[in-house]
Nanobody
């Protein structure tokens, strides 16, 4: 069983930055593909960004130029660097990683951006 452990959420003022991390709990697991989602209470979970095996990344329009997804050299941890945050970025953020034919989700980390 693989667990994805997220960290890095918190409260910041508008214009601030946070870096989220998503790490595989089991040694030897390689994170080749990963996606970040976010969810606001009462709304559907929204896709935010993804990184694929080649390292190429893609983003939803609302975060382009502000967010950056990356991966450590050991392919064990994925990051979401979030800059110039706005109150509209307030949400619980989740990582999702496909492994062995299954999709695994992190436990979620809360991001609150004050105006």
């Amino acid at each position: 069983q693989v667990q994805l452990v997220e960290s890095g959420g918190g409260s910041v003022q508008a214009g601030g930055s946070l870096r989220l991390s998503c790490a595989a709990s089991r040694y030897g697991v390689s994170i080749n593909h990963a996606a970040w989602y976010r969810q606001v209470p009462g709304k559907q979970r929204e896709w935010v960004a993804q990184i694929i095996a080649s390292g190429a990344a893609d983003y939803t329009d609302s975060v382009k130029g502000r967010f950056s997804v990356s991966r450590d050299k050991n392919f064990r941890t994925v990051y979401l660097q979030m800059n110039n945050l706005t109150p509209e970025d307030t949400a619980v953020y989740y990582c999702k990683v496909p492994l062995g034919g299954r999709e695994y989700w992190g436990q979620g980390t809360q991001v609150i951006v004050g105006s």
